[in-house]
């Protein structure tokens, strides 16, 4: 399956989202974790709700579903298959 991990630089920024009450300003909004996964449709979906997804924080990656794992709502790759993707 294909993922987007975010690169270990990136990590404690933000995705910025529009402000509803102030046309043209941005606000802070989630907050991205360095080596995390996204689906491409998780990422689109923050884009239709109003986040500015810098695409350049995010190495494309393919592994299988079931190497990966959840820690308090963020998806990462199993310590054991990390090896194949960092550096």
Request: charged share 30%; aromatic share 22%.
């Amino acid at each position: 399956m294909t993922y987007y991990r975010v690169k270990p630089e990136h990590d404690n920024k933000y995705f910025m989202r529009r402000c509803k009450n102030h046309p043209g300003a941005l606000e802070y909004g989630r907050v991205i974790i360095g080596n995390e996964l996204f689906t491409e449709k998780e990422l689109y979906r923050k884009e239709d709700a109003g986040y500015i997804v810098p695409w350049y924080y995010f190495d494309r990656i393919e592994i299988s579903k079931q190497k990966t794992y959840f820690f308090f709502g963020a998806r990462f790759i199993q310590h054991k298959y990390r090896s194949q993707f960092y550096k």
